[in-house]
């Protein structure tokens, strides 16, 4: 491999490549002829061994790509900060991008596997008006007046004139347990992704020139909202807890977990106006607003939308948070508790890019084989750390 494109691909995947650098290796990566060499090269660069199973490479390679477009276009939407990684996260990054695409990787041969802990699926519960269930997941494709689902997803019909105009409205709730993810797409054609452990209020059809509004019991939601251009102006309102989120039409994340001290508000693209009490404040893309409910206070800053928004492509990114931090997202993911039987490793931090369709042995060995935890336990749900 030329030193040139790989020093371009280290620079990508330490996320200090610049414009011109995501340019010229997608067009390397794009050529056939330059697969092999990209094999030989994580094999080559990391001294650890593993072992390639059906080989996709097409796959791994056009995953490569579509991780580089979607940086891309973040770039057009922010000026994205340059972290320093360590090189424990480029194996990292590479083991999620190469390795696990191409079928079984093998970090460590003394694997404890555990048949009990399940990879996060597709499932949701619908509570409708009258208080009556119905359970949603992969099995579960059917249409009823006025909302069908696919198994993935939960669509509800677009507003009629009639609809918009009845004084009646009747309220849904989207319930997503640990260990699951969902979407849905609002009557007004807003699209949701909901992450596990999370609860959205919303009704089934919008009244005609009012606002929009949903309601985010708790957890974590991806908001793409359908333009107030669309809907006579009409504003979209997103409520949790103390907190008050106005848009017309942007894309944005909130993350509210009743077991985390502050709500994040990131703004993806448009712009919003976040309201607590007597606060208020203006986002721009790129921004993250943090509502410390304790103290009833906003502080913004400037973040990586991808580290932020990456878990409803499928992907977790770490950027220097603390294993207490990151097994609180695995443990939603993976239905899990975690238990620490060191207390220093709590605060050790972690960089990188995981897979969340791999098993959490997987995810585990690779944090052990950094030097972050000296050993861990699976015994049924519950997980044990050293």
Not at 50 to 73: V, W
């Amino acid at each position: 491999m030329e030193s040139k494109i790989e020093q371009t691909l280290i620079r990508y995947l330490t996320n200090t490549a610049s414009q011109e650098d995501l340019r010229s290796l997608s067009d390397w990566i794009e050529k056939p002829s330059n697969k092999q060499e990209l094999e030989s090269f994580i094999k080559d660069y990391y001294t650890i061994t593993y072992s390639i199973n059906n080989p996709n490479t097409d796959l791994a390679l056009q995953n490569l790509l579509t991780s580089i477009d979607k940086r891309k276009r973040l770039r057009h939407i922010q000026k994205r900060r340059l972290f320093s990684r360590y090189a424990a996260a480029i194996l990292v990054v590479l083991i999620l991008i190469v390795g696990f695409q191409y079928g079984n990787y093998i970090v460590n041969s003394a694997s404890t596997s555990s048949k009990e802990i399940k990879v996060g699926t597709d499932k949701a519960t619908l509570t409708l008006e009258d208080g009556s269930e119905i359970q949603l997941g992969a099995k579960e494709i059917f249409q009823k007046s006025g909302y069908l689902t696919n198994g993935t997803l939960l669509e509800y019909l677009t507003d009629t004139k009639d609809s918009k105009e009845s004084k009646e409205i009747a309220y849904h709730y989207l319930t997503v347990p640990r260990g699951g993810k969902f979407s849905i797409i609002l009557s007004d054609g807003t699209k949701v992704w909901l992450n596990s452990d999370s609860r959205l209020k919303y009704p089934t059809q919008f009244k005609a020139r009012n606002s929009r509004e949903v309601e985010l019991e708790y957890g974590e939601a991806y908001f793409d909202v359908s333009s107030a251009t669309k809907h006579e102006g009409a504003s979209f309102i997103v409520y949790n807890s103390d907190q008050k989120v106005e848009v017309l039409g942007t894309e944005f994340n909130i993350k509210a977990y009743n077991d985390d001290a502050d709500v994040l508000t990131t703004l993806v693209v448009g712009k919003i106006k976040l309201n607590v009490e007597e606060i208020e404040q203006i986002l721009e893309p790129g921004q993250q607003a943090k509502y410390d409910v304790n103290n009833n206070r906003i502080i913004t800053k400037s973040i990586d939308i991808y580290n932020e928004t990456s878990w409803k492509e499928g992907i977790f990114s770490f950027d220097n948070k603390s294993l207490l931090e990151i097994t609180k997202v695995l443990s939603r993911w993976y239905d899990v508790k975690f238990n620490f039987l060191n207390e220093n490793v709590r605060q050790e931090k972690f960089v990188g890019i995981l897979s969340k369709n791999q098993d959490i042995d997987q995810i585990l060995l690779q944090i052990k084989n950094l030097g972050i935890i000296n050993n861990y336990k699976i015994e049924k749900n519950e997980i044990a750390i050293e």
